[in-house]
């Protein structure tokens, strides 16, 4: 499967984004679907994450209440919804596909496959 996330932006606190993760090469409801953030001088850390099955979501205490992650089947997209954008938000954003799909995966290392990243501003 090869991913493609967008929406990234230049936006003021307190605004939002909605990043998407389009796939192609397969059917995305079989993976589950991570999103993380990496910003300057620090680790790519989880923020979100879908299952493949039943639908069941994880998000980092730090965006819990913010963010929204959902899957849209019809248009093989995972999305990010980001409201109340903080300055410590800003990062590159990338999205990743787990094949075994199994359960929550919030450690990159247990992702195969990788989206490009989409830059994400917020702005005081």
């Known amino acids: 499967v090869q991913l493609q996330a967008s929406g990234g932006g230049l936006v003021q606190a307190g605004g939002s984004l909605r990043l998407a993760c389009v796939a192609s090469g397969d059917a995305l409801d079989d993976y589950t679907i991570g999103w993380f953030r990496q910003a300057p001088g620090k680790e790519r850390e989880a923020v979100s994450c879908i299952r493949s099955t039943g639908g069941r979501t994880w998000y980092a205490d730090s965006v819990k209440g913010r963010f929204t992650i959902s899957r849209d089947g019809a248009k093989n997209t995972v999305h990010l919804q980001m409201n109340s954008l903080k300055l410590e938000d800003t990062a590159v954003y990338y999205c990743?596909?787990?094949?075994?799909?199994?359960?929550?995966?919030?450690?990159?290392?247990?992702?195969?496959?990788w989206g490009q990243g989409t830059q994400v501003t917020v702005s005081s």
């Open positions: 990743a596909a787990d094949e075994a799909g199994l359960g929550i995966r919030t450690s990159p290392d247990e992702y195969e496959y």
